[in-house]
């Protein structure tokens, strides 16, 4: 019983962190400066100055969500490999999938990736191959993890996923 409430403490805290630093780049990103001036479509533009450390924060959110799934599927598969009553099994039974699913949707998302070279608002073509793929593999995941947990929300609020007795 220790054990659980630690581990609930180390998570809180761990996303309490996460949520700071959050709001820590958002203000930095809307609230420092717009100072970066770039010609684009025959008008000047202005971008903010922490474009790129809001964008290198969404990378490792993503990175993190990922990890996160792919080691706790991993550690609770075990968990179940290990015991043996069915009641447990049946509580902590949706982590292989959700371990399946992410694993399923990376893979997707690298095959629908695309290295076409493209341009910046700036006017700078991107032509780095390995750029381009994890940007669109992070974007396709987003969008597919957002519409399950849309779709999973919904179905918990119509009663769907009650524990039954």
């Known amino acids: 019983m220790k054990t659980e409430n630690k581990q609930i403490k180390a998570s ?12 820590a780049v958002l203000v930095l990103f809307f609230g420092v400066g717009y100072s970066n ?10 971008d903010p100055e922490y474009t790129g450390l809001l964008l290198i924060w969404l990378y490792a959110l993503v990175g993190i969500g990922i990890l ?3 080691v706790f599927g ?3 598969a075990i968990r179940n490999l ?11 039974g949706f ?28 006017g700078e073509l ?10 669109d593999v992070c974007m396709y995941t987003i969008y597919g993890l957002v519409i ?5 929300s919904l179905l918990s609020m119509l009663g769907i996923f009650k524990a039954r007795k």
């Open 12 to 23: 809180s805290w761990a996303l309490g962190i996460l949520f700071i630093l959050s709001l």
């Open 37 to 46: 001036t770039t010609y684009s479509n025959g008008k000047n533009l202005t």
């Open 68 to 70: 996160s799934v792919l």
């Open 74 to 76: 991993i550690v609770n």
């Open 82 to 92: 290990k015991n043996k009553t069915k009641e447990k099994q049946q509580r902590t």
């Open 95 to 122: 982590a292989g999938w959700v371990f399946l699913f992410t694993f399923i949707l990376l893979g997707v998302s690298y095959f629908m990736s695309s290295t076409d070279p493209i341009r910046k608002g700036d």
């Open 126 to 135: 991107v032509k780095t191959a390995w750029e381009l793929q994890i940007t």
């Open 148 to 152: 399950v947990t849309v779709l999973c």
